[in-house]
């Protein structure tokens, strides 16, 4: 499936339905993960690391924190990242990492897709 097959509809205030469609079926087979606050994280682990396919289906802030070091694809949709260096945004087909330590606050928009890769397997517990 080409990710332009994907469902997105978006609704009032702030929300908005991401069908689980962007993934292909192997993804969502994944174990499965629903954060309050609308997000869906589907993992795949290693000794190493983490992949994770990450969907919000509304605008969500996320607190400073740090942890290893990410590197992440954006699927769909628009994130913002904090550091001590200032706000960066992304969106559709933008990719970002942040280094071990990286002190950073989050702010996933409604309709976000991402899928990433974290240097710690126990991240997700």
Do not use: W
């Amino acid at each position: 499936m080409q990710a332009d097959q994907r469902i997105f509809c978006p609704n009032q205030k702030g929300t908005a339905r991401v069908s689980d469609n962007i993934f292909p079926v192997e993804v969502m087979n994944l174990p499965k993960i629903e954060v309050p606050g609308g997000v869906t994280i589907y993992l795949s682990k290693a000794e190493s690391h983490v992949v994770y396919f990450l969907t919000a289906a509304q605008d969500l802030d996320y607190p400073a924190h740090a942890h290893a070091a990410q590197f992440a694809v954006v699927l769909d949709g628009k994130l913002d990242v904090t550091t001590n260096s200032g706000t960066q945004s992304y969106s559709r087909g933008d990719r970002y990492y942040l280094p071990a330590g990286t002190e950073h606050c989050v702010k996933l928009h409604a309709g976000f897709a991402e899928m990433a890769y974290l240097a710690d397997p126990r991240y997700f517990g």
